[in-house]
């Protein structure tokens, strides 16, 4: 099986090289599209809040919209798009595997669970039919802003009628037409990472009490991966380990935090009948004199900090001074805004020196050197 070059593994212009399968099955063929092996990209999914996502970073986003654009040409009935190991990753919250994604044209392909679960069990494919060259004829012009406003004017005419959802151990993104496969491409050409939050999103299909899909991408996509399998893996190798996947979901999401060593940073949790200060966070708290979330409020994020900087704790950053005011208005510390970052440091002024670190003295008396002492001879 032919690999990608090296200096083109990471491209996403238009004439991408890709891999052509045939799948033949009684009364039908299927074409398979696949990326060549080599091709740095990284994919996951998972499902969250009655939502299936697609989950990467930024270049996969740009990789995702030449495919979903350039299959918006299609017209050969029984023809689909998948990403399939070794471009899967686990997801980056949990680490549980991903699913092989399947972009289907609606308007040409039939994809029903007997299709779908005919094509998993030929999983994984290898020995390629042929090469293609994948033309995405326009995405670029189309991506200017005048033209993209001008293209979105034209469709949002139109109505959404496209599905994602899983079939067979596959998550299968079906637009229902040439220009709904065009505008999701355009979605997820879009997307952007550099804002103050690290990620970027959009959903996909109808609005029908919630959407069915949605492409979110991270900024530090890989990274995050990287954490939560070591997170995983620590969860499932001690004793007493969690059996039920919810249970070890939020097992692996509270190692997680250790992993990056921000446990710190959960000024807020639940336990009991109530909120209380993050076990992690009081640990640290406790050196600004605060012991509760009354405390913690009465004090304010900005003393707090004044504190804690003032008694030289180890590893201090302005993310707990985030992660004070965000758990004291029940948000998330990446939601406060770059407005209000802005006020609360200002708002430290001149932080004052911290305070020179105490020596503990052993209780016990010092030990008697026996090294005998030179005397200098007087003169």
Sequence with gaps: MKQQRPATARSVSDGLKLHRHLLRSPGRVHTVITLRPGTRAGFSTNRYHDTWHVLSDDHGARLLARLLWGLSYQARPHTVVLVDRPFLRPNPFDAEPADPIVLVPGWCTPFDDH???????????????????????GLDRTLAPAAREAWWDRYHRREDRGSVGRRGGLLVLTPRTPDEARAWALQAAT??????????????????????????IFRRFHPMVSVANRARAQVLSRDGAPADPESIRFAVWREAETVRGDAHLSIREWRGRGWELGRDAAAVLVHAGVTTLDELAAVGPVEAYRRLHSARVKGLTLDMLWAMEAALTYRDRRSVSPARRRELFEALGDLPAPAPPQRRRSPRSPRQSTRRVRIPAVR
């Design 115 to 137: 299709a779908a679960k005919r094509l998993k069990s030929r999983l994984p494919l290898s020995n390629p039919d042929g090469t293609v060259r994948w033309h995405t004829f």
């Design 191 to 216: 997307l952007d990472t550099t804002g103050g939050y690290g990620s970027d999103y959009t959903y996909l299909g109808p609005w029908d009490h919630g959407f069915d899909g949605e492409i979110q």
